[in-house]
């Protein structure tokens, strides 16, 4: 009986033990949610020293996560790598844990390590994660590892799944674009363009912009066009690109008539409008601008009363200096905003009107517009 009753002990104590690793585990969540993150830490560290398995999993795997937010590699290895260290036990944690150890042996240029990483995540998710699969690819594929690369492609494209397999494609072509191999990139984007619905719009946006910055405006609209033939005509998303597309060719009579449907698509469309609102005003088209305009201060999520001064701000980003004036003079005057008196002392230097820039400036420093101080003298001080 004695005997009996020392099992039981025993058990009790671990039950215990692992209700104290969840709940630190838990008190750590809420310790980090209130900013007290060397609390937190602190309560993480001991709960990755518990007995509890999935706790313990957990807990260095935030630990080496939050390290290597932190720049601090060599612990955030230390924590991954305990995260891990039973690779028959598969959990989400163990899986990220392997995945950014997988990160972080390619910026140690590991390439062994990395592997060993990467592979294992893709066996443990039955090859059926799309980022891990995409992301061993391009790993053989950058590492002078064609045979293993070409060979868990034709491994993956054997799925039967094509969404599968167009997204896959699409992560590769996207990217080989980030590296500036066009050639790879158009590859693997056309594939998934042609593979599934759902890439006609991601896949063909990113087709369209190669062909524009190879200058090929033809290739650019046929596939915008194919694009909007494909969805039917109704995809505002489509529509304002071609819009966007023949105002960048100067298509103004196509610009119109492409934004006016995206704009009726979606009738909370603001960026079909804002283009459309250029448009108008570039034709001074009084009438027609003034109807744009009360149709984007009329969109749901529009605050009316900021509305003028972020026309004014969107118009200066692409350099429009003169429409930019005019909708930041109108904040300005009809709205009160003393804040656009700064971004129009910006707008005013960038036109070289460094007078009148000078002069809105020192107003908005009489408003005591926070900020106003600093680019009035960065602006007098300017050559």
Do not use: H
Not at 102 to 114: D, G, R, V
Not at 115 to 143: H, M, P, Q, R
Not at 224 to 245: D, R
Request: glycine residues 6%; proline residues 1%; hydrophobic residues 40%.
């Amino acid at each position: 009986m004695k005997k009996i009753l020392l099992v039981l002990g025993i058990l009790s104590i671990s039950a215990l033990g692992f209700a104290d690793a969840k709940s630190d585990f838990e008190n750590a969540q809420k310790l980090a949610g209130q900013k007290k993150i060397n609390e937190a830490v602190k309560v993480l560290e001991g709960v990755a020293s518990s007995t509890d398995k999935a706790y313990s999993v957990k807990a260095n795997f935030q630990l080496g996560a939050y390290y290597l937010q932190n720049n601090n590699r060599v612990n955030a290895k230390k924590y991954l790598s305990a995260a891990w260290k039973d690779p028959n036990y598969v959990v989400e944690e163990t899986l990220e844990a392997a995945r950014l150890l997988y990160l972080i042996s390619l910026q140690e240029k590991n390439m062994k390590e990395a592997e060993k990483y990467i592979t294992w995540a893709d066996e443990k998710t039955n090859g059926k994660d799309i980022d891990t699969v995409s992301s061993l690819i391009i790993f053989y594929f950058d590492n002078n590892m064609q045979s293993k690369g070409q060979a868990r492609y034709a491994a993956a494209n054997k799925s039967g799944d094509k969404e599968f397999i167009s997204e896959m494609n699409f992560n590769i072509g996207q990217y080989y674009l980030g590296k500036n191999n066009k050639t790879a990139a158009k590859k693997y984007l056309q594939d998934s363009y042609n593979q599934s619905p759902n890439a006609v719009l991601p896949a063909g946006y990113l087709l369209s912009q190669i062909a524009l910055s190879e200058k090929n405006n033809a290739g650019a609209e046929k596939i915008l066009l194919e694009m909007n033939t494909k969805t039917g005509n109704k995809n505002a998303e489509i529509l304002g690109m071609l819009g966007s597309f023949y105002l960048q060719t100067n298509n103004l009579v196509k610009a119109e008539d492409y934004l006016k449907k995206s704009a009726t698509v979606d009738r909370n469309n603001t960026d079909a409008r804002l283009l459309l609102l250029a448009l108008y005003e570039s034709k001074n088209d009084a009438a027609k601008a003034t109807a744009t305009y009360n149709e984007i201060k009329g969109t749901k999520g529009v605050n009316a009363k900021t509305l003028n001064k972020e026309l004014g701000v969107y118009f200066a980003q692409f350099g429009n200096g003169a429409m930019a004036e005019k909708y930041l003079k109108k904040s300005i005057n009809e709205d009160k905003d003393n804040e656009a008196k700064v971004v129009l002392g910006q707008v005013y230097f960038g036109m070289g009107k460094k007078a009148e820039a000078v002069a809105i400036l020192k107003e908005a420093v009489n408003n005591k517009v926070k900020g106003a101080a600093e680019v009035l003298k960065q602006v007098e001080s300017a050559k």
